[in-house]
C-alpha cells in the first residue's frame, strides 16, 4: 500500500524558514519522479518542485525559485522541502506526491495530475 505522510508544517513569520518531510512508504522514493505542491484558499493547487527518480531536480516554479530547495533521501524513503525567505504569500496546504516508474519522465514535472499518489498536506502559515 502506497503511503505518503507530510510533516514539518506550522506558524513562521515573513522571512523565516520551515523545512517540510514527506515520509513514504509502499515504493521506493530512488525510483519516481516526485513533487511539493500547494494549495492556498480558492486558488488552484500549484506545483512549486519536482525532482526525478536519479535525484536530479526537475525544476522549481518561478514564484519560489532561489528559496526553496527540494531533496530526497533515499536511505530514509523521504522527501524534503526546505523553505526560506518565507513570504505571505507562501502560506498554503502543502502536499507532497508520487509518480512510481520511469514513465514519469514522459510528462512534465509540474503536471500534478499525473501524479497518481498524494499525501494528506501540511499547513504553512506565513504571518507579518
Known amino acids: 500500500q502506497v503511503q505518503l505522510v507530510e510533516s514539518g508544517g506550522g506558524s513562521v513569520q515573513a522571512g523565516g524558514s520551515l523545512r517540510l518531510s514527506c515520509a513514504v512508504s509502499?515504493?521506493?522514493?530512488?525510483?519516481?519522479?516526485m513533487i511539493w505542491s500547494r494549495q492556498a484558499p480558492g486558488k488552484e493547487r500549484e506545483a512549486v518542485a519536482g525532482i526525478f527518480p536519479n535525484g536530479d531536480i526537475a525544476g522549481y516554479a518561478d514564484s519560489v525559485k532561489g528559496r526553496f530547495t527540494i531533496s530526497s533521501d533515499n536511505a530514509k524513503n523521504t522527501l524534503s522541502l526546505q523553505m526560506t525567505s518565507l513570504q505571505i504569500e507562501d502560506t498554503a496546504m502543502y502536499y507532497c506526491?508520487?509518480?512510481?516508474?520511469?514513465?514519469?519522465?514522459?510528462?512534465?514535472?509540474?503536471?500534478?495530475?499525473?501524479?497518481?499518489?498524494w499525501g494528506q498536506g501540511t499547513q504553512v502559515t506565513v504571518s507579518s
Open positions: 509502499g515504493y521506493r522514493v530512488a525510483s519516481s519522479c
Open positions: 506526491a508520487a509518480y512510481p516508474g520511469y514513465a514519469c519522465y514522459s510528462e512534465p514535472w509540474w503536471k500534478s495530475n499525473k501524479y497518481p499518489y
